[in-house]
């Protein structure tokens, strides 16, 4: 039998009423029963599953195409899913073994892994191997193609601060990670900001520089650094009496920079210069949230070697 008499069987069938379908269910398997005497199954081979010729064309497709995403790669298939998922999944990389260059430390992905137990919300993890990104990582954040990124409900939301003010917006359980007050708001942004974009790299500047240079780094990084000294005095936290934004942002100089600082053997943040941030770092560091998820200072340290230690 020709494809062309079953397409036309299937057109009958789905324009048929509800009430005439079994009938003309029964009736088409019949013919193709018939049928299949006289034919070779070869000739129709695609077409004698009935359950299949019934389903809407356009299913059919789809299921197609996915088997065939599944096949072709694995990590494709993965990435189709992890987009049409109704929940939360963290594209990041917490794991991986941090390289020498410290632009591929986990510094950004802590603070949105951090904000999400803060918060209480569950979602799923996925790793992404930063030396073969995946298809999901580039299709996300086709910008920069870095992690972390944050799927929620299949949409993509990437850059580490952006995210963290999604998830406070998004989830009113937990604390407030942002204060309330559009002000004060406001002003955990500025911080943020100037931590990121002002504070880190004058603290790599100094980290990588030698001799003279380096004490002229050191002291434009300490300049800074009084301003948020300031900022913590006669406070818990940057906002307040609990760990929020520019805390969690702060991560990186609380734990990253001090390292850092020690491997290259400057004495950046002094209990006599910063007295607040040292309470600051030394209380937040011990809170159970943050001490339970930074990553084990020695591997880290022995990460970061490579690139920072001098030798000779
Ligand atoms: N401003 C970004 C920085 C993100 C970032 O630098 N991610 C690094 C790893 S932590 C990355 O994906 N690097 C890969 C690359 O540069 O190709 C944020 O805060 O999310």
Known sequence: MSSAVWRRNADVYKSSSEEKRPALRNQIWTNQLRRE???????????????????????RAEEQAEKGVRKKSEKEYKCRKAQRKQRVVLVASLHTQVTADVQAARVPSLRVEMALKLKGIEYEYIEEDMNNKSTLLL?????????????????????????????????????SILP???YDRAMARFWANFLD?????????????????QVKAKEEVQELLKFLDNELNGKKFFGGERIG???????????????????????????????????????????????EHMPDREKLADSLRARFQKTG
Not at 197 to 213: N, Q, Y
């Open 139 to 175: 299709e996300s954040n086709p910008v920069h193609k870095k992690v972390p990124v944050l799927l929620h409900n299949g949409k993509p939301i990437a850059e580490s601060l952006v995210i963290l003010e999604y998830i406070n917006e998004t989830w009113e359980n937990g604390p």
């Open 245 to 291: 934004f520019v805390d969690i942002a702060g991560n990186v100089l609380a734990y990253w920079c001090v390292i850092i600082a020690e491997l290259v053997g400057i004495e950046l943040i002094t209990d006599d210069k910063f007295p607040h941030l040292c309470t600051w770092m030394e209380v937040y560091l011990n809170s159970s949230l943050i001490k």
């Open 180 to 182: 309330r007050s559009p």
């Open 37 to 59: 005497k006289q034919f070779e199954h070869k000739h129709h081979g695609d077409y004698i599953v009935q359950t299949d010729l019934l389903r809407p064309v356009h299913i």
């Open 197 to 213: 974009d002002t504070c880190l790299p004058a603290c790599m500047k100094a980290f990588l520089s030698e001799g003279e240079e």
